[in-house]
Every structure is written in structure tokens, then in C-alpha cells.
């Protein structure tokens, strides 16, 4: 989206970015991690044509957000549940984005906590090989502010409580994905020395926080990580969810079988040109309600599958250059009905 020289647009914060996918008007305390990227990005009748408002001959066709992919203020890309505000289910609690880094730069600097789990997944941007990651990433823990370095596909868990950050980009040889996921209705923080209340226990070791060797081939001939590689006594009890990133090589049948769940999944789909995140040769057909509605699939989209709804097949039916299926399942156990 181009934005006028003589009317700059407000800068936006890192909740903004995200949008929660159940408090979609609730003001972010403190924290701007984002500030910068496109203002459309949570605003979706800005500069292009709303997918939600438009007019439609289709009853499901306000499940599946287009127009997704927006720049940040340093030089990225990246696809947030902004672009799905409105018909995400109020006890769909979560944040979830994707962001491509390009260059260098500080994303967060001050030490903080949260009363909410989070997820970070860096991966490199080779859709041939996700285990290619040519970028050094400093990610700091706890107040005394212990460096670790991250220079391979890496998921990073930081549970309630523990303090992290500075987070530095600190070299990019070449692009990477970082997506983030909080598990939280409400995204804030509090910064280091500002809780007067706080308690501090000894923690033994934050290299545990920090899971590698994440990449796992599939049965179809592609990739992916998930949050199924990271040890279960790792993630919180209220935070266990299905997380994934896969991506997609050559057209298959993902899922054939039309069914429902009792909770909400999303599913990111975006191309894997790390240059220009809505560069897309591929056609996805994805199947929804009982009549087996078909929607195709040809430009970067955020879906939503509220729960009760029934969907798919889901057909990766054309695959002309590699995508990205980003999949995030609110919950501990996975399980649906079928039509």
C-alpha cells in the first residue's frame, strides 16, 4: 500500500501488528515493538478494498482475509490476525504473526515480563531447506540479561514471569521468519524494576527455553516446525496449543475429510519469496460448511474456522513456486467430528 508523503501515516503498535484474536479494540500498555508497519494493517478498509465488506454470493467467504501482507518500518514484510478482525471468536484468545527480517536492526530493547506464555519460531527463508539460517539472532534472558545466540531454526518458549529481551537482529546474512504467538486476549508488560511487588526465584538454567534441531522433513515431500518438537513440561498447562509452519512443495491433498472441531484454528498461507511476501503461484482449494463450499486460494490469505464450522477438503491443488501454511489449533488435544 503506498502511503502519501504529505499525510504520514500514525505509527502502530506490536499489539496492532497482532491484533487479539478476541479483544480487537483493547489499548496496548507500553510496549511498541511494531510501530511502523502499514497502518492498514488494523484498519482493513485503508487503501484496498475490504474482503469483509464487500458484497458476496458466498456464505463463507468472510472466513478468508485477503489483502494481508503489509511492510514494516524496517524494511520487512510480515501477515498478522489484524487482517481477520471481526470474525474471530471472542474466546479465541490469542496474538499470532509472521514477520520476514531483511536487515539488521533492534526489534525490542527493554528487559520485560508478562503474565502470558509466548512463542517465537526463527526459521530461515529457503523453501528448499528450512534448516539454512545464515543470520545471528541475540535473544536475552532474565534480569541479570544472559545472552544466547541463535544462529540455526530455533523455537524460543517464555513462560509467565520470566524476563527476556533485548531481542537484536543482530546479523542477517540472509533473510529469516520470525513468527510470534501470546497467548494472551490482552497484550502487555512490565519492564524491569517497575514491579514493586515482584519475587524473584533462582532460575537454574534459560538454555531450556531455547529448543533446536526443530526442522522436520513430511510425508509429502516438504518441511516444517512445530511446537510438537519442543518437550511438553516446557510449555504451561494453559498454553498448549498446535502450532506449526509447513511448507508446501509440490499440490497434495492436505486433509479430505469434511469435519468440525469445538476450537478455533487459523491458517496462514503466504508465498516463500522472502523479497515480497504476496508473491503467490499457487492455487489452495478450501472446502467450507457442509455443502462443501469452495473457496480458492491464489494470493496471500488468513482463514478462520470458528468452532462448529464445518471445512475442508483442503487441496493443495496447484504448487507453481513453494508457500507457506502457518496452522495454529487452540488447543491441548486435537480432535474434530466428521460430516
Known amino acids: 500500500m503506498a502511503i502519501s508523503e504529505a499525510k504520514p501515516q500514525k505509527a502502530i503498535t506490536r499489539r496492532d501488528f497482532f491484533v487479539s484474536a478476541s479483544a480487537a479494540g483493547v489499548a496496548m500498555t507500553g510496549l511498541s ?3 511502523g508497519v502499514d497502518a492498514s494493517l488494523t484498519n482493513p478498509l485503508m487503501g484496498a478494498e475490504s474482503n469483509q465488506a464487500k458484497a458476496s454470493t458466498m456464505k463463507y467467504e468472510k472466513y478468508l482475509a485477503k489483502n494481508v501482507a503489509r511492510k514494516n518500518q524496517w524494511g520487512g514484510e510480515g501477515i498478522g490476525l489484524a487482517a481477520a478482525e471481526g470474525i474471530i471468536p471472542p474466546e479465541a484468545k490469542m496474538n499470532l504473526g509472521i514477520t520476514v527480517v531483511r536487515k539488521p536492526y533492534m526489534f525490542h530493547e527493554p528487559t520485560h515480563k508478562h503474565m502470558f506464555t509466548e512463542y517465537f519460531f526463527f526459521f530461515g527463508s529457503n523453501p528448499m531447506d528450512m534448516n ?3 543470520a545471528d539472532v541475540e535473544y536475552y ?8 545466540v541463535i544462529s540455526s531454526p530455533t523455537i524460543v518458549i517464555v513462560p509467565p514471569g520470566v524476563y527476556h529481551c533485548p531481542l537484536n537482529y543482530a546479523r542477517v546474512g540472509k533473510p529469516f521468519y520470525c513468527l510470534e504467538a501470546f497467548m494472551t486476549s490482552k497484550y502487555d508488560g512490565v519492564d524491569l524494576g517497575k514491579d514493586p511487588n515482584e519475587i524473584r526465584v533462582p532460575e537454574p538454567s534459560y538454555d531450556r527455553f531455547f529448543v533446536k534441531g526443530v526442522v522436520r522433513d513430511n510425508q509429502w515431500g516438504g518441511q516444517g516446525i512445530g511446537l510438537g518438537t519442543v518437550p511438553e513440561f516446557l510449555i504451561p498447562p494453559g ?3 498446535t502450532l506449526g509452519v509447513t511448507v508446501v512443495r509440490k499440490p497434495y491433498m492436505f486433509h479430505e475429510p469434511t469435519h468440525k472441531h469445538n476450537f478455533t484454528e487459523f491458517f496462514f498461507f503466504f508465498g516463500s519469496n522472502p523479497m515480497d511476501m504476496t508473491e503467490f503461484d499457487a492455487q489452495v482449494e478450501f472446502c467450507f460448511g457442509a455443502e462443501r463450499e469452495k473457496h480458492l486460494i491464489t494470493s496471500p490469505t488468513v482463514v478462520t474456522v470458528p468452532p462448529g464450522v464445518y471445512h475442508c477438503p483442503l487441496n493443495f491443488a496447484k504448487i507453481n513456486k513453494p508457500i507457506y501454511c502457518l ?4 488447543t491441548s488435544k486435537y480432535e474434530g467430528i466428521n460430516l
Not at 534472558?141 to 544466547?148: A, D, L, N, Q, S
Not at 496452522?327 to 487452540?330: C, I, K, P, S
Open 239 to 241: 498454553a498448549r496449543i
Open 33 to 35: 515493538l511494531l510501530s
Open 132 to 134: 539454512e539460517f545464515d
Open 141 to 148: 534472558f532474565g534480569p541479570e540479561r544472559e545472552k544466547h
Open 327 to 330: 496452522e495454529a489449533f487452540l
